[in-house]
């Protein structure tokens, strides 16, 4: 009944590009089938962006229609109210009809990733590449009915298409609760005993995890917190996991299985599985999908995206250069190694380039060094050099704060600390040209960067 309501709502939409703003819940999943089914071309936006980024991808994709739950105020766009649905509402944002979303042939899905700069960057995929996935994704994990429960947002493509085409395909149930429900502010954990609480009434049997999340499970099981028996599968994946975290999770019995990928391959290239499993890697890769490691980067031939959106010069890619360095061993499991790029990896999944969020903290003229670190932490620090020393330090909080209100809460700077000296004065910490040499840096003030994500 709910879907032919559905439908009948999606033909009053133009036929252009439909963006869903909204917390997880049932009709994101019927809302994003249907639209498939009906050949339209939709764009998830994650719950956690800014409203910055939110006006990017609104403005880039030229949407006719969003579809949300909740106020939204971008003072450059007016919306009109089409029609209303419970609490979803079908807004026409009124954008410029001289400008068009350029996108490649058979674009059904632009997929937004978190922005390392902070401009959100859309990945456009087809139906066809997203069932092959699912399809591959499904033969590989080999489950058979699984009960799902969705913890990530399902504007991820990773929860999208693994956390709910997959266990569809495979006749199994998915349970989507809201992130409220779960604990979640924006893209952060506040209150993990409402995770813990639904995972142990939910009683599934897969689930998939970033790296924080995982972090929060072994440390609430090693305390007394007892994981369901039901559990058979567990995905963890979206940035670097400690070979020490995975060794708690099976010695706890949680089973956990690492995995790899990105947007540009239509999220999951490699996997490991329990009939594959080699701990310390990121597993095999997808049977339709070829890896290889050129000059010690990691390419991928397959399932390549059609392009991102507006930038022609990057349409029908044969191959992924993933930009992460790594190889494939003689049996062919996957192994990172790290990034070409300063870029960070949050252990919420989240990408952050840091000379981002230390390019609005240098605007304050009293601040004379600041280095952004968070690389598979659950949120970013920073190490700051005052001009004048001591006597600007009371200044700098209020400063942080008006930087932090800029920013998605990923990319926010949640503690930091003032150095006595200036890293220019010390040999080997910075560049010539004055860049920061952030291995350096980290390693010099390790004890200073590890008393920041103490409790």
């Not at 959106?309 to 190889?327: K, M, Q």
């Not at 000379?355 to 690389?375: H, M, Y």
């Not at 001009?387 to 932090?404: Q, T, Y």
Request: negative net charge.
């Amino acid at each position: 009944m709910l879907l032919d309501e559905f439908r009948q709502y999606i033909a009053f939409c133009p036929k252009g590009n439909i963006g869903l703003l909204a917390d997880n819940r049932p009709e994101w999943i019927l809302l994003d089938l249907l639209l498939e089914d009906e050949d339209r071309c939709i764009v998830p936006i994650p719950t956690f962006f800014s409203q910055e980024q939110i006006l990017e991808v609104i403005v880039a994709s030229q949407l006719e229609t969003l579809i949300c739950d909740a106020d939204i105020d971008l003072p450059s766009i007016d919306f009109k109210l089409v029609l209303s649905m419970g609490e979803l509402r079908f807004l026409k944002p009124e954008l410029n009809p001289s400008n068009k979303a350029k996108m490649p042939v058979g674009t059904k899905k632009i997929t937004f990733t978190s922005g390392s700069t902070g401009q959100p960057k859309g990945v456009c995929l087809s139906h066809q590449q997203l069932k092959r996935q699912a399809e591959a994704l499904a033969e590989q994990a080999g489950q058979k009915k699984p009960v799902h429960l969705c913890l990530l947002p399902l504007s991820t493509l990773l929860e999208n298409i693994a956390g709910v085409y997959t266990p569809l395909l495979s006749d199994g149930i998915v349970v989507v609760p809201s992130l409220v429900e779960l604990g979640f502010r924006g893209s952060r954990l506040v209150n993990p005993q409402k995770m813990l609480a639904v995972i142990t009434q939910t009683n599934p049997t897969t689930m998939i995890l970033i790296p924080e999340l995982l972090r929060f499970l072994v440390s609430a099981a090693l305390q007394g917190w007892q994981p369901p028996s039901s559990l058979q599968f567990i995905a963890v994946g979206g940035g670097a996991v400690s070979s020490l975290l995975l060794e708690q999770a099976y010695q706890i019995g949680l089973p956990v299985y690492e995995g790899y990928g990105l947007s540009e391959c239509a999220s999951v290239v490699s996997l490991n599985t329990p009939d594959a499993n080699l701990r310390g890697s990121c597993g095999k890769p997808l049977p339709h999908l070829t890896v290889t490691a050129e000059d010690g980067e990691i390419s991928v031939n397959g399932n390549a995206m059609l392009g991102y959106l507006n930038d022609p010069d990057s349409w029908y890619p044969n191959e992924i250069r993933t930009g992460d360095l790594g190889y494939l061993d003689e049996q062919g499991y996957v192994h990172l190694s790290g990034r070409k790029k300063n870029l960070l990896i949050s252990s919420y999944g989240r990408n952050i380039n840091p000379e981002w969020p230390e390019s609005a903290l240098l605007a304050n003229t009293a601040i004379q060094e600041a280095v952004v670190f968070g690389d598979a932490q659950p949120y970013c620090v920073a190490l700051f050099s005052l001009r004048n020393g001591p006597k600007d330090i009371a200044s700098l909080a209020p400063w942080i704060d008006r930087v932090n209100k800029t920013l998605p809460d990923y990319a926010q700077i949640k503690k930091w600390q003032v150095l006595n000296e200036v890293m220019t004065t010390i040999p080997g910490l910075v560049t010539s040209n004055g860049r920061p040499k952030r291995r350096q840096i980290a390693a010099y003030y390790e004890k200073e960067l590890a008393s920041l994500y103490l409790p």
